[in-house]
């Protein structure tokens, strides 16, 4: 089993930045993707930046040059920088650990972004 867990996340004003971070721990193995995803209500989650462990990045159209995601192997932890937040990227920010066809999901960070 792998647990991931998230901190991070708050209120913040349009145009501002957040840093999330996310830290797994358990039976983690050294090749795996990383990610982020995001549920907003009444929405379906969404991927919002992944990573491999050879740091192979992928980003939803939506957040790319906003966004960076980047990783700490030594720490199997991810980080999802944030900035020239949106209102639209309000959601619940998900972490995401895939490895060997299995994935482990963090509880949840609220991000919220309003004025």
């Known amino acids: 089993q792998v647990q991931l867990v998230e901190s991070g996340g708050g209120l913040v004003q349009p145009g501002g930045s957040l840093r999330l971070s996310c830290a797994a721990s358990?039976?983690?193995?050294?090749?795996?993707?990383m990610g982020w995803y995001r549920q907003a209500p009444g929405q379906q989650r969404e991927l919002v930046a992944a990573?491999?462990?050879?740091?192979?990045?992928n980003y939803a159209d939506s957040v790319k040059g906003r966004f960076t995601i980047s990783r700490d192997n030594a720490k199997n932890t991810v980080f999802l920088q944030m900035n020239s937040l949106k209102p639209e990227d309000t959601a619940v920010y998900y972490c995401?650990?895939?490895?060997?066809?299995?994935?482990?999901w963090g509880q949840g960070t609220q991000v919220t972004v309003s004025s």
């Open positions: 995401n650990i895939r490895q060997l066809y299995s994935d482990y």
């Open positions: 358990g039976r983690v193995f050294s090749i795996n993707v």
């Open positions: 990573i491999s462990s050879g740091s192979s990045t």
